[in-house]
Structures are given as C-alpha cells and as structure tokens.
Nanobody
Framework: QVHFVESGGGLVQAGTSLRLSCTAS????????MAWFRESPGKDREFVAA????????YYADSVKGRFTISRDNDKETAYLQMNSLKPEDTALYYC????????????????????????WGQGTLVTVSS
C-alpha cells in the first residue's frame, strides 16, 4: 500500500513563492499519476494540478494556471508543486494524491481528471498567504 507525505507548507507573503513536496513510500511513485488538491475553510476540496506517470503531461485548474507548476522525480519518489505569485486566496491545506487512472479530456479542460477517484492521499500541508 502506498503512503504519501507532504512537506514544504508555511506562512508566506503575497507575491512570493513556495515549493511543496510529496514523497511516496510502500510502492513506486511511477505506479501513479499524481495530483495536488487543496481545501480551505468553507469551500469544497479543489483540484489544483495533475501530472501523468512519466511527467510528460500536466494539467492545471484555471485558478493556478501560469503560476503553479507540478513536476515529479520518479527516481526520488517525489512529486512537487512549485507555487509562484502566491495570493491570499491560495491559502489552504494542500494534499497530494495518487491515481491509477486519469481522464485526459477532463484534465485538458482544467477539471479534476480523476472521476474514478484516487488511490491514496497524503495528510496535507498548510499554506497560508498573507496580504
């Protein structure tokens, strides 16, 4: 069974950058397409970004496109989310997750590309952006 652990969250000012990491154990990272989601008080969980097994294709929600970059290093069993030009509305608990299936059509439209769900989730890392 795979286990994901996120790190890298913190308190930053608007306009700055932060990089989140998600490290896998128990099973190889390249068994999974990887994604980042976020959840803030009073809002539903929101899809942020996804990346295919090899890292060849990436998908983003419109709210983060052009500011966030998802990547992965399968040799290091780690996925990343580089967040630039952070805004106060990016404040949330960020989760990484892995899936064995991905809907490319949904991803290309900036939607959650995992209609069949995700295999495993991390515990989350908190990002707080002050204005």
């Amino acid at each position: 069974q795979v286990h994901f652990v996120e790190s890298g969250g913190g308190l930053v000012q608007a306009g700055t950058s932060l990089r989140l990491s998600c490290t896998a154990s128990g099973r190889p990272l390249n068994d999974y397409a990887m994604a980042w989601f976020r959840e803030s008080p009073g809002k539903d969980r929101e899809f942020v970004a996804a990346i295919t097994w090899s890292g060849h294709d990436t998908y983003y929600a419109d709210s983060v496109k052009g500011r966030f970059t998802i990547s992965r290093d399968n040799d290091k069993e780690t996925a990343y989310l580089q967040m630039n030009s952070l805004k106060p509305e990016d404040t949330a608990l960020y989760y990484c997750a892995g899936a064995t299936r991905l809907n490319y059509g949904l991803g290309l439209r900036g939607l959650d590309p995992f209609p069949d769900g995700l295999a495993a989730w991390g515990q989350g890392t908190l990002v707080t952006v002050s204005s």
